[in-house]
């Protein structure tokens, strides 16, 4: 049971260039998530997935696109990478039910740096 | 939209001392959550809770519905509890998350 699993740890992107971080979860949780953590400003949601087949927009999603390919993956592409896209990105994936509510399970980050 | 304020934003303490950091929101919730993130950046799960109080091992977190305040106590702080700590609120959105309190724990 490896949890969520986000790849790849470490990525320097030229502007302009594009990239897809990937992400897998084997707890056959609904919901997944992409947040952005940047100095001085907390996690921020990019997108979300509440279920197979949808997507939604979070916090900040210019400059960002999602496919939930199926239920264990949630993939995030930057189409034209910008120097303002620099940051730590986590994948994330949760549960709800009704004794514990809605319980949370992160990746371990990605470090992308576009210069 | 709810805004999630957390204080101290850092916090620096000596081994042994009890650690207080707090977490205010602006919206009714569902719960609220406690984080660590240590050094390198892994995020985990604390605490999840509604109402009241819960505990494990030196880690306590309180929450008051009433006020839309809640409580991370530390009790007998270690080095190792050096970390981020961050609370999130939780309710018929996606989590919002505070900026997070970076402790420090000096021996």
């Known amino acids: 049971n490896a949890g969520v699993t986000q790849t790849p740890k470490f990525q320097v992107l030229k502007t302009g260039q594009s990239m897809t971080l990937q992400c897998a979860q084997d707890?056959?949780?609904?919901?997944m998530y992409w947040y952005r953590q940047d100095p001085g400003m907390g996690l921020r949601l990019i997108y979300y997935s509440a279920s197979e087949g949808t997507t939604d927009k979070g916090e900040v999603p210019n400059g960002y696109n999602v496919s939930r390919l199926n239920k264990r993956e949630f993939s995030l592409r930057l189409e034209s990478a910008a120097p303002s896209q620099t940051s730590v990105y986590f994948c994330?994936?949760?549960?709800?039910?009704?004794?514990?509510?809605?319980?949370?399970?992160f990746g371990e980050g990605s470090w992308l740096t576009v210069v | 939209k709810n805004e999630v304020e957390q204080s101290p934003q850092n916090l620096t303490a000596q081994e042994g001392e009890f650690i207080t950091i707090n977490c205010s929101y602006s919206?009714?919730?569902?719960?609220l959550h406690w984080l660590q993130q240590h050094p390198g950046g892994g995020i985990v799960s604390l605490f999840m809770?509604?109402?009241g109080k819960k505990k494990h091992g030196r880690l306590i977190a309180t929450i008051n519905i009433q006020e839309k305040h809640s409580s991370l106590h530390i009790t007998a702080s270690h080095p190792r509890d050096s970390a981020v700590y961050i609370c999130a609120a939780s309710g018929n959105t996606p989590l919002v998350f505070g900026k997070g309190t970076r402790l420090s724990v000096i021996a």
């Open positions: 707890m056959n949780h609904n919901s």
């Open positions: 994330a994936s949760s549960y709800w039910d009704s004794a514990a509510g809605n319980t949370i399970y």
């Open positions: 809770l509604s109402s």
């Open positions: 919206v009714g919730i569902s719960a």
